[in-house]
Structures are given as C-alpha cells and as structure tokens.
Nanobody
Framework: QVQLVESGGGLVQAGGSLRLSCAASGRTFSRYPMGWFRQAPGKEREFVAVISWSGGSTFYADSVKGRFTISIDNAKDTVYLQMNSLEPEDTAVYYC????????????????WGQGTQVTVSS
C-alpha cells in the first residue's frame, strides 16, 4: 500500500503561482510513475502532468504546458507541481496519484490516490 498526502493548495490571484507537494509513505514509490490530476466542479477528473520515478520523463496536458512543472525528489518520497501564470480555469481540486497500470494520462489506470488539495484562482 502507498499513502499519498497533498499540500500547498490555496487561493491565488490570476497570474500568480503555487507549488503543490505530494508526500508518499508506505511501500516505496520509487518505481512508480507519479501523476497529478485535477477536478473542477461538475467536470470529470482530468490529467495534468506525470513524471517517471527517475524524473527522466515528464508529460503534460496541453492546457498546462509551459506553465506547470512536475518534479520528483526520491530522497524525500515527494513529488511537486510548480504552477505559474495561474488562470481562473485552473481552479480545481488537485490530486496526486501513483502506479498507473496502463496509460499514464488515464485516471482510472492509477492504483493510489491522495485526498486532494483545493486550488482557487481568482480573476
């Protein structure tokens, strides 16, 4: 079992920045790709970004490419999502996920999830 705990969400004005953290515990996550997803009210959970356990491979949704950066610190068992140039459309609950058994960008393929952290971007 892997436990994931997100932090770092909050309220920010458009154009601002936030950094989300996801701390993992339990079984080592060092072999798992780690992903970030988000879900806005009334919408389905959508892929944001994913990183390989080594940090050597990253992949982003088109909507965040160039604004968000995913990174991983294996020594701390923590994955980060640096979010810059935030827009009101980025408002959502952000979830950390681990161990995709299929596609890295499909939410239903992930085995482990955190509880989520709210990000609200005001215009």
């Amino acid at each position: 079992q892997v436990q994931l705990v997100e932090s770092g969400g909050g309220l920010v004005q458009a154009g601002g920045s936030l950094r989300l953290s996801c701390a993992a515990s339990g079984r080592t996550f060092s072999r798992y790709p780690m992903g970030w997803f988000r879900q806005a009210p009334g919408k389905e959970r959508e892929f944001v970004a994913v990183i390989s356990w080594s940090g050597g491979s990253t992949f982003y949704a088109d909507s965040v490419k160039g604004r968000f950066t995913i990174s991983i610190d294996n020594a701390k068992d923590t994955v980060y999502l640096q979010m810059n140039s935030l827009e009101p459309e980025d408002t959502a609950v952000y979830y950390c996920a681990a161990d995709p058994e299929g596609s890295w960008s499909v939410a239903s393929d992930y085995a482990y999830w955190g509880q989520g952290t709210q990000v609200t971007v005001s215009s």
